[in-house]
């Protein structure tokens, strides 16, 4: 299935899109019909937007302001104060507490443009937002919000983009904080040491093709972040304030390959002597390996079979409640194992696939058997219960990896956080804290009418 490419135009790229205008018409080919003026929200914006911040925000279609070559169509007016409000809330407000309102009211755009639909290329391509020199930004699709049902995803980079409802965060807010970065590094230079981190890296011609979930291996945490180190930059800074650190932890995670055999068998590291290297876990010993559902996975023999452990003389070691082994009873089945707090906990699971402890006696009781498969007694002639023993259970073993994606991204961001400290006094993590917590926020937001 061909899925449409999405891109974000700023810069060189949207001034190039306002040349190519200038032989166009003035007359939109495009009818108006929302000409008709909101008085409240009008009001309200030379409020929130003029009066503070000298910011001009257009929900009409503007023609020469847009002058797109693509057929789009005015935003709706219901869904333009809707998004008026999420701007204010989410983008405006968390900057002015994070910097201040004279840092927002010089810094901050001097025009907003809405349209209602995506501008789309004959190639598919669709453009998220695009910025003129700092000084205007456009905003797409804006017909495509629904004010009672508000969704900003900031846990999953990796979400289908597509998927309704409309992820603002992609659609409006990661496109803001994007220009927002270009106008604070035109205004104050960053460390060219950021250049030469993935230099000759670059997909100048072809970031289109690079997916967002391959970039991080190749250094970047979007396609369009491939595309030259000014974008790449910003593309760093609008993902990071915007996903969490869970989110943004699996972006580093995408950037580290592990090295497989040639038979696509995964290789893992070993130290001098061969033996295999092991995850830590919290407690500083080698961390358990579970299997998708969480459960211990038990070590096995050649042919199969669980393998036990035993002390120093060779004697099984059993499960205890307390200073009692647990005996084997035929109603438990095949037994589960988690690592809770410190301790391995036998478990098995009853009719309606429950797990339950192995304490409770379940069926009639399991003895013991000799080689020959017969039930051991003891000196009085009883049978000898049979109890449960402790497996050797699988530890995670570390594979190779290379990590050269994971690192690029880290150092460039290194020099961000620095460069947020040094040129503007600000805390790159307070600003993260402080645009999630309104993002959140805003998703309980009534936006059927103005605050």
């Not at 974008?231 to 993902?239: G, K, N, Q, V």
């Not at 023999?301 to 035929?330: C, H, R, W």
Request: with cysteine; proline share 4%.
């Amino acid at each position: 299935m061909k899925f449409p490419k999405i891109i974000l135009l700023a810069g060189m790229l949207s001034l190039t899109y306002a040349c190519s205008d200038e032989n166009l018409s003035d007359t939109s080919v495009v009818k108006i019909e929302n000409e008709v003026a909101d008085a409240e929200f009008d009001k309200w914006l030379q409020k929130n937007y003029a009066d503070p911040y000298n910011i001009n925000f257009n929900y009409r279609y503007v023609d020469k302001l847009v002058h797109s070559p693509f057929n789009v169509i005015p935003a709706d007016v219901a869904k333009s104060r809707a998004l008026a409000v999420l701007i204010k809330k989410v983008w405006m407000d968390a900057y002015e507490e994070v910097a201040g309102k004279d840092f927002l009211k010089k810094k901050c755009f001097r025009e907003f443009q809405l349209v209602g639909s995506p501008q789309v290329k004959e190639n598919g391509e669709i453009t998220l937002g695009q910025a003129e020199g700092g000084i205007m930004v456009t905003l797409f699709r804006v017909n495509e919000l629904d004010p009672a049902h508000i969704y900003i995803n900031q846990t999953n980079h990796y979400e289908p983009k597509y998927k309704t409802p409309l992820d603002l965060n992609h659609w409006f807010f990661h496109t803001m904080h994007h220009e927002f970065m270009h106008i604070l590094t035109q205004t104050k230079n960053y460390s060219t040491d950021f250049q030469t981190i993935s230099s000759g890296k670059y997909h100048a011609a072809d970031w289109v093709n690079l997916k967002d979930e391959d970039a991080a291996k190749e250094g970047f945490v979007t396609g369009y972040a491939s595309k030259e180190y000014n974008e790449d930059i910003a593309e760093l800074y609008s993902t990071y304030v915007t996903l969490t650190e869970d989110a943004w932890q699996e972006i580093l995670d995408h950037g580290v390959i592990v090295k497989t055999d040639e038979a696509g068998n995964v290789l893992y590291q070993q130290d001098k002597r061969g033996n295999y290297i092991y995850e830590e876990g919290p407690d500083g010993n080698p961390a358990y390996l579970t299997d998708k559902d969480g459960l211990l996975v038990p070590e096995k023999d050649a042919n199969g079979s669980i393998v036990y452990q035993k002390d120093q003389k060779g004697n099984y070691l059993y499960f205890k409640n307390g200073t009692e082994k647990i005996p084997m009873y035929a109603g438990h089945g095949p037994l589960y194992y988690v690592y809770e707090e410190g301790n391995i906990i036998p478990l098995y699971a009853d009719a309606s696939g429950k797990l339950k402890l192995v304490t409770e006696a379940v069926g009639d009781p399991i003895y013991e058997k000799n080689e020959a498969g017969q039930t051991v007694y003891d000196d009085s002639g009883k049978p000898v219960p049979a109890y449960y023993k402790i497996p050797v259970f699988e530890y995670k073993k570390l594979p190779v990896v290379d990590t050269t994606g994971k690192d690029a991204i880290l150092k460039k961001m290194a020099i961000i956080r620095t460069y947020f400290k040094d040129s503007w006094g600000l805390d790159l993590d307070k600003i993260r804290e402080v645009v999630l917590r309104k993002s959140k926020e805003a998703e309980t937001m009534d936006l059927t009418k103005l605050p």
